[in-house]
């Protein structure tokens, strides 16, 4: 997963308005960030391993002069064949223009799509979807002498997956999206001063900046100067079959997402909450003397919970928020993420009592079943686990790190297994029809990750690596 | 403020507990953090500016092996001359005895004791208490051939003020504590393999120790090996007036220890729920919407509000946990602690709504002031700032970082012009009288920052610099 | 200037070796490194700012597996456009393919080549030189389905200028250079262990390869495996005029090789005895009681002095050695860089002395002032400054650092005129004609620095900046 | 080894001073540095690990104001419970006084000083001799009320050893030395600026002073300002019996002074001019083709060699002078300083050449024995090692860090052993009888590590490590 974010001002201090945007997207990605910045002759990038207040320290952003620019931070990923492929990715011709890209999401004929490239001579330093976007991008503008809104236009045409997309140039910022609009993006206006595009409205706060609205699926908007824009589709260039729904990402609301961000029509709190209530509406036979999240993430949906169940909500679980730097060694960062490191059951609060635990998803079933144990420890009666999704079995292919079909704890055990595996007294799902209760048009919604239901199949070959 | 650890163990690993327990103890001081550790021959010391994780990497502790170790957090303090004052202390003697201590808690007769001692002979390289101490025991074990824990029981006697403090020998490791257990430090067991004591508990569960109890004021607990300990008082060496009543500091309860841990025979979740309470039964004549916290130090105040109203407490304040690393220049370090970085207020949530906002304190009065009008902004109708402990008055000489008395927001404003500054539509501080049924034996606690009764009065020229 | 390196083994520590010969190639680049290793399946890259022995410890080489690699040092540039020009150049085909290039030397058609890739769709990142030379093989491989060999004899056809480069691929090592053979590189085999490509032999000496010969002008070398190679020339594939004569940088002999290389059929200290010899032979009106060298550059040209002159050579400068971190701000390096930081006159050494100062050349002519100067202070009574080059008047083209015509001294002030700035009692430069008699063939070498007489013109447009 | 700064200036840059000269010293030790700075107040301390351009960046030299302070380099120790003993050592009274130590030399009563004062409550965080002289003087300052003069003076009586030092108060500098002068120690002054104290007279050349004299043997410099100095001796406060003969360390001379330093009252490279002299003198059997030093530390042994002969000193092995981080593993830095690394013999350069090889001394032989394979391999024909010393066959105790007389291969070979096992056609040290004839005063100097002959024996349990 991923978090982009760009923008263009009337003065110079693009690099710290996209430093604190990134901050605020920081959940989105720990493992890179980067930054591209024009100052209207020039485009300049940095980026690197680290946190955004590591790597962009003021010393830094000093040497970054611009007026626009965009951003990116990127998630820890896994495999050695994906080290060295941190965004933003950057173009420059000979000729003069230069292009910056910053996306989040994946490609699904990332392949053939590089191949009618290779074909022609394009040639790839890693195995990014940013690259392949900027590529794309230019060869359309280099090869047909089109204007950037053609090219991006072509582009949307052309590739298929998830994209929520900042390109720059010397002196526009553009952003566009795919027509699922499966990944989320919005822009918002600082009053007077500049336009602002990021993943999450929870940036556009922290700028000061006035949120306007997403970005549509297919849309393209160009950000022509700090106070005017034009919006145009992909399909004002050529004919193309649009899709007829949504397919927005239903995990970004239940888990990805910042609570406080507005996303796809919805707030992100408000969805959560809806969820915790609906699990509650079906739980009538359990009366609970506490409803606990796992903090922080499923702290919304345990409020739901308890608001429909009128207990009250309760914090049971201490979490550590201290964190070092990210270089560590991989026995490490296990360590590090051992549950007891960052949870720590209230003492003297369990104790006798029946207790509601609300996760949002359970992936590999492992840190929960930590947990719940700990807290049975502290002398807890019952522990009835409750998840605020229906059970994860099918990998995602459009930007979410979840594992191979096989690692999914809900393919390799039935529901009183897992239940048993976990040691809770009670074990239940969100079910389908109560999370398309919880959001107000179910029907533009993936759950692909649930139902199997892909509106895009990958191709052949394609390898959640080249994210 | 600092956080202070020690550990004797079976095996040589004392350096990675110490780690890990002052992780747990992070909050308590972010500055620098050290450890001194022994293999039963010599003492070995390291500390450095930074945090834990950041510090102490697994290729550091490799090489502090030992069985026994104390480690220290420090606060970041604001003057120059603090700068070298870190923890933990170091003294080695020729003849082979060698001594570490590591301390929290400022004493208020530090320059008297230091000039005994200066008079003769010992000299000072810092102005840290921590190294008053380990100078003054050792100036008892030295001078007059002393045990150490007659050396300690003699300091006890002498130096007046807080200090809850771990002091370790190449073969054994002490623990103690003044008379009035002003600061927390309670000790536990390691099943079958050895000791912890730390300033809060929450460090003894993330080794997986077994709370025993608090170190009692005044005394002293002797661990000799990983499995054996004793404990003697002060008062068995020497006579001394013991005080009549401890002076536990209140405001550890408030605002500075994590809600996880048990201090003062109180589960300190639970004494903020029962302020939380309190508050709430005073307040009668309002209805509020919502309850919220300003997270995460006010949760279990705002959730024991909530219970009382039977409202259900809410989340309306999105926090960003992210940081680098802690070596900014000051300006950053203002910016970085700017408002809008930190919270960011739910859109759609306030909307229309009355809303009762509870914190635990106000000193200066500006954080409270622009979250206040942060959310007014989202479209809040009404906001009710309720404070978890009275007016905070008067400085504090046992340890906490609070501001000169002129700086204090409730020296300077009445209720209705603080209001007034904060924008709240009303502002209530919880009472002395309440806050006293909060905890189970009031007379035990010093609340001298509410109402200026010291127990121990600095001497002339007291520093909070020395801390 | 840059240094760079190729190797490919029996054995998985390409790595290792490429930092050792990177390390003894320190001297031709200290501002960025990197290395490209293939393990037989994939390319991993790594550069960075700084020295080889700080980018490149042995945790990192760990992170490096491969039987084959090729690494690159990077000189000091002054502008911020070169700032992300570092090498290798990585290029990764989706069929399969992977390149990396390293490369010396400047291409004076950089843009009309670098026009003809943009033209077909090839797209750059930076403005190297580097990039052109891979993206370029890449192209003549992908297009036109082509062989490395047939590409790279492709390049060497239409890219003209300076290139000592290496290309690796999977499984193969290549080596090439421009057909006048302009910037060294030579090979060498390590005992029944592989092949090494280095700029200079002193990094074949280091890893204790025995060298075979240098890359010939034209030649392409292919390094098929650890035990074999072959030869083939690029006018094998095509038509093509080759030039008549070689044209090495004379200035690689008298200035920027170690004096330990052997270069272009030339032991590099030998020739510098021999420009020694020649300036003493027309020196024949003067009698110094000391020749001394500015060390290190000119001491071979110094003890070639000496030795003509049956006088002995002197040692009468210390220099110090010792330097830190590379990431200076701007101001300390001008600092840093201070005369009397780097160069110490012996005290009691030059009083009353003939002194002749051997230098190697004089391109500002400021620290050769700063160091006469201060040698005249310390009591010398005549100071001879002998240069064992001609004249610098003109830039290069080809790779070496030199400034713009107007900042080289020799074309502000004619010879008293700069004696004069000096402060040196007399000057006199090597003449070309003597220059000439130092190099067994004097028409094989490259002399427009100092007689303007360029091979390859540059195209219009030509910076610099793109080295 | 080790080397000192003391600066008193009429500016407030003293750190920057402090780091130049530093710089200069380099030499002397390249494990940690540090300085305290007074700026009339209080004093600052800063020392750390590394070299001093790393840990004096500008931006640390901008925190440390000050017109006065001391500095510190510290050489690469062995052992583990060296590893905190950097300098200088600060004390701060409480009444206001504080004081910072610097030191050069080991002390051989340190035992039975320390326990002194340990016997009287003074108590030590180190074992370092720096700290030891520190606190003498503290204590002689508290205990007796005594001006620091007279507190020095008690030091000179009573410390035996080696120490020249550095002294600072919050106003004065003052700089003193053993009443054998063991080490060097001069000081200079920088022109209606300050006065500047250091180790070795290089560091006055790169502060612009004007040097002015050693301090004697037992001499007390106090300078009391930029512009006043005064000087007594450590007789003039009680008795003494001051030594009849001062003790200089010869080898200073012969290895570890720069040679553009002036030490003992002569410059170090004309000693050692002389010894290349000597050692040609007692050569009449040998005609060498070549003399060769290997560089840098026996060149100017070299250069007298070849002068002595008259035939011409030759430069024929290549050093890499490139370093980078000192923070290595163990096997790194044995790696690092593998010969190979380090030094590379010019090739085509000895081929049937009779060489001699001179090199300053022998203490393990492992080093000079793979240079002198290295040159055989390229085909010399007779390489003849001469040595600028005696055999070292005797640790010192006075602060140059030789290895235990076991570890001394000049006592564990014969003569014709040794030349076996280095591989050299011939080998011949300097005779003790030459070594004097090469100073003006041989008398002055303590020539122990090769006569054993201590003019101080170190007290039982006198341990090398508390340097």
Chains 1, 2, 3, 4 share one sequence.
Not at 81 to 95: D, F, G, M, V
Not at 114 to 143: Q, T, W
Not at 294 to 313: C, E, Q, R, T, V
Not at 389 to 415: H, M
Request: hydrophobic letters at 35%; proline letters at 4%.
């Amino acid at each position: 997963m991923c978090g982009i974010i760009g923008t263009i001002l009337s003065t110079r201090n693009a690099a710290e308005k996209i430093m604190l945007g990134l901050f605020a997207e920081q959940h989105r990605g720990q493992e890179s960030c980067g930054m591209a910045v024009s100052d209207g002759k020039s485009l300049q990038l940095r980026k690197e391993m680290g946190l955004v207040k590591e790597v962009f320290p003021q010393a830094i952003l000093d040497t970054l002069p611009g007026f626009a620019g965009v951003g990116h931070v990127r998630y820890p990923t896994r495999g050695k064949n994906c080290e060295s492929n941190s965004q933003p990715h950057l173009i420059k011709l000979l000729s003069g223009p230069s292009f910056a890209v910053a996306s989040n999401g994946d490609i699904v004929n990332y392949k053939s799509r590089r191949k009618l490239l290779e074909d022609d001579n394009v040639f790839f330093e890693s195995d990014n979807d940013g690259e392949l976007l900027a590529k794309f991008i230019a060869y359309y503008i280099v090869r047909r002498n089109n204007s950037p809104e053609i090219a991006i236009a072509e582009l949307i045409r052309n590739v298929r997956g998830a994209f929520s997309t900042v390109f720059l140039t010397r002196d526009q910022l553009y952003a566009f999206r795919d027509p699922w609009g499966i990944r989320p993006v919005s822009f918002g206006r600082i009053n007077g001063k500049g336009w602002v595009v990021a993943s999450e409205s929870c940036s556009l706060d922290i700028l000061g900046a006035k949120s306007q609205r997403e970005i549509e699926p297919g849309e393209i908007v160009i950000f022509e100067s700090y106070n005017k824009c034009k919006t145009i589709r992909y399909t004002d260039f050529g004919e193309a079959v649009e899709p007829q729904s949504r397919r927005h990402c239903i995990f970004e609301l239940i888990y990805f997402a910042r609570p406080d961000s507005y996303e796809f029509g919805e707030y992100v709190w408000n969805v959560q909450k809806q969820i915790g209530s609906s699990l509650a509406k079906d739980d009538k036979e359990i009366n609970p003397d506490l409803v606990i999240s796992i903090p922080d993430s499923s702290n919304f949906m345990a409020l739901g919970y308890a608001d429909f169940k009128k207990i009250g909500f309760d914090i049971g679980l201490l979490r550590n928020h201290y964190v070092g730097r990210t270089f560590l060694k991989p026995e490490q960062r296990i360590r590090d993420e051992a549950v007891r490191q960052k949870f720590n059951p209230l003492k003297g609060y369990f104790k006798g009592k029946k207790i509601v635990v609300v996760d949002d998803s359970i992936v590999r079933g492992t840190t929960v079943r930590k947990i719940v144990r700990a807290i049975k420890k502290t002398g807890a009666k019952e522990i009835h686990l409750r998840i605020g999704s229906p059970p994860v079995k099918f990998p995602c292919y459009y930007g979410i790190d979840t594992p191979t079909r096989e690692e999914l704890v809900a393919n390799q055990k039935n529901l009183e297994e897992l239940r048993e595996f976990i040691g809770a007294n009670s074990l239940k799902y969100l079910s389908m029809e109560n999370l398309k209760s919880c959001v107000k048009h179910p029907e533009n919604f993936c759950q692909a990750c649930f139902n199997g239901d892909y509106i895009l199949e990958p191709e052949a070959g394609f390898s959640k690596c080249n994210k």
